[in-house]
């Protein structure tokens, strides 16, 4: 046999021994919790769905992962988070850019039909949604001690669950890992960020390969986010309440919260505000018949913009909450988080009957392998069984410096018709942390079109609007989030 023969076969071997190396690699995935059908689609889904628990400490943390359409070994692996605190992140997963379309108008009682979501974040990023913190949608706890938590508490968690996530799919533990999430995940992609990155430095095994993250209409700190701040510019700016009302608010508000017009002056912005759709002031607001009495409507606006600097105090400032979930008028005293709202009704302005007939159908759990309703209990959009401190964590203004300054890249997105969080707090705090301006404000580009707006500062840290998209960017603007979140995961100028 000749020297190059030998080297030629040499070279053969190599190259099959690799492939089936690799072959083993992608099989390394625990098979029991892949997922081979979904009641209500008909066809052969895109790429591996796995589910299942990932169990320590007496809690149950339910995920869904979905293997990248594109390149798995090498796109990022993403974790998504809803917020609430308490709301289950199958509302990203069923609403916003999950791999599913769901089709309305089934008759009652039967399951919807799934459709392919073309602008599904799985195209390009491999995707993990988790129910957290435990107690929330269909993860649990036969301990029921484990449902009291605050944000420390929750991002210590879901780091557990990731290092034992990576351990049950070591394949990915190479991948470009980023965490994500809207709405109170706000506070959580900052803290479970810091915490990871604690972890990194400790050597705690395995190492996670942590490169950024992203926060889409993110509450982040209390006055940003407040009234002052983020509401009434908004509102002013959107034409929603008068010139009158917003110089009102200005000379006996800003700066003089003793002064004893400030309080009827705000009043006067959320009776103006009352009866829109808090999420997106262009959508209706949908309205449960079965919440309502006396054919009485519902405040969308929360009870949580009066707490914020302007009349209450730092306790009831640190019990508010963001996500899908708004009081029913006059029922509610400030100061309410959402497990207590959740004894009142549903969640408002938003109908959530498809996930919630999908998820609570005992075919759809055993084929996501989630225990059924006997054991996890009903899901629901936003958990009403947890107790969480919210804004035990303070302000995100330090983690977010502390993490962009390490050399973690960081998106902060804004839909722009969202009232909930409104972008002029979002733009207002990116804009406070004093970061050199690399990339001057300017439009970015999705299908031709002018798409909303960015700004990218130094330590690649970047603010961008989403025109025209409410507080869930991707359900309202789904071909333009997909094509900002794959020039941004790719490296790419959005």
């Not at 949580?304 to 008028?329: H, Y």
């Not at 059924?372 to 009403?384: F, N, Q, R, T």
């Not at 983690?399 to 002029?424: E, W």
Request: aromatic share 14%; net charge negative; hydrophobic share 35%.
């Amino acid at each position: 046999m000749g020297k190059g023969y030998k080297l030629y076969f040499f070279w053969v071997v190599s190259v099959c021994l690799l492939l089936s190396f690799a072959e083993l690699i992608i099989e390394a995935a625990p098979e029991e919790a892949l997922i081979t059908y979904l009641p209500g689609f008909n066809g052969t889904l895109p790429s591996k769905h796995y589910g299942g628990y990932v169990t320590f400490d007496e809690k149950n943390l339910f995920y869904y992962f979905i293997v990248s359409e594109r390149n798995p070994s090498e796109d990022p692996v993403v974790l998504w988070l809803n917020g609430g605190p308490g709301c289950s992140s199958f509302d990203g997963f069923v609403y916003e850019h999950g791999p599913f379309n769901y089709e309305e108008g089934q008759p009652k009682g039967s399951l919807p039909i799934l459709h392919l979501n073309p602008y599904a974040w799985s195209k390009v990023s491999n995707i993990i949604y988790l129910d957290s913190p435990c107690g929330v949608g269909l993860s649990y706890s036969t301990n029921t001690s484990k449902y009291t938590t605050d944000d420390w508490h929750t991002a210590a968690d879901t780091h557990t669950f990731l290092l034992k996530w990576f351990e049950l799919y070591p394949e990915f533990i190479n991948n470009p890992f980023y965490i994500s999430g809207e709405s109170y995940a706000g506070i959580y992609v900052p803290t479970l960020a810091f915490e990871v990155v604690q972890g990194i430095k400790a050597g705690v095994q395995p190492i996670l390969n942590l490169k950024g993250y992203l926060v889409g209409n993110g509450v982040t700190d209390t006055d940003y986010d407040g009234t002052l701040i983020s509401l009434v510019p908004f509102a002013h700016g959107m034409g929603l309440i008068s010139d009158d009302i917003y110089e009102d608010v200005q000379s006996s508000c800003y700066g003089n919260y003793t002064d004893p017009n400030c309080p009827p002056s705000i009043d006067k912005v959320y009776e103006t505000l009352d009866g829109l759709n808090i999420y997106d002031i262009l959508e209706p607001c949908y309205h449960d018949p079965n919440a309502y009495k006396d054919g009485k409507g519902n405040t969308s606006l929360p009870v949580s913009f009066r707490q914020l600097g302007v009349t209450e105090r730092p306790l009831k400032v640190r019990k508010r909450m963001f996500g899908r979930a708004w009081p029913l008028r006059g029922q509610l005293k400030p100061g309410t988080l959402w497990p207590e709202l959740a004894q009142h009704g549903s969640v408002m302005c938003f109908n959530d009957e498809i996930a919630t007939a999908w998820l609570n159908d005992e075919s759809v759990r055993k084929a996501i392998h989630a225990k059924p309703k006997s054991i996890a209990g009903p899901w629901e959009l936003c958990s009403g069984r947890i107790s969480y401190a919210s804004f035990s964590s303070g302000s995100m203004l330090p983690y977010h410096k502390n993490l962009t300054t390490q050399g973690y890249r960081a998106l902060i997105y804004s839909g722009d018709h969202d009232m909930c969080v409104p972008f002029t707090g979002t733009q207002a705090w990116t804009r406070s942390l004093g970061y050199k301006i690399v990339d001057e404000w300017r439009s970015w580009i999705s299908n031709d079109q002018v798409a909303g707006y960015l700004q990218g500062y130094d330590y690649n840290f970047t603010f961008l609007t989403i025109k025209g998209a409410g507080h869930t960017v991707p359900e309202y603007k789904p071909r333009e989030s997909l094509d900002f979140y794959r020039h941004w995961l790719d490296g790419k100028p959005i």
